[in-house]
């Protein structure tokens, strides 16, 4: 069974910095593209970064220059640095993968972690 696992959320003030990581895990054979979405209650869940197998990399215009996503491919990790953090930050962030397992690839989530930006 393939799994995600988020782990670095917290309560952080504003200008503060926080580094989230996620780890696959279980069988498969290949993971492509990694990506950090984050969704703020009653809201739409939005894409805020994206990174290719060969470290190819795309933000949302609302974080551009103050996170940047990264990927350790030997660790099965992706990381999302976040500088500056603002109040409108505030989301639960989750972790994104396309991993191919079990003859196909699939998307698959991890169960979510809070980041609170609040003074």
């Known amino acids: 069974q393939v799994r995600l696992v988020e782990s670095g959320g917290g309560l952080v003030q504003p200008g503060g910095s926080l580094r989230l990581s996620c780890a696959a895990s279980?069988?498969?054979?290949?993971?492509?593209?990694m990506n950090w979405y984050r969704q703020d209650p009653g809201k739409q869940r939005e894409l805020v970064a994206a990174i290719s197998r060969g470290g190819t990399t795309s933000y949302a215009d609302s974080v551009k220059g103050r996170f940047t996503i990264s990927r350790d491919n030997a660790k099965n990790t992706v990381y999302l640095q976040m500088n500056s953090l603002k109040l409108e930050d505030t989301a639960v962030y989750f972790c994104?993968?396309?991993?191919?397992?079990?003859?196909?690839?699939?998307?698959?989530w991890g169960q979510g972690t809070q980041v609170t930006v609040s003074s």
């Open positions: 279980g069988r498969f054979f290949s993971i492509g593209a």
């Open positions: 994104n993968a396309q991993i191919y397992a079990q003859l196909n690839w699939n998307d698959y």
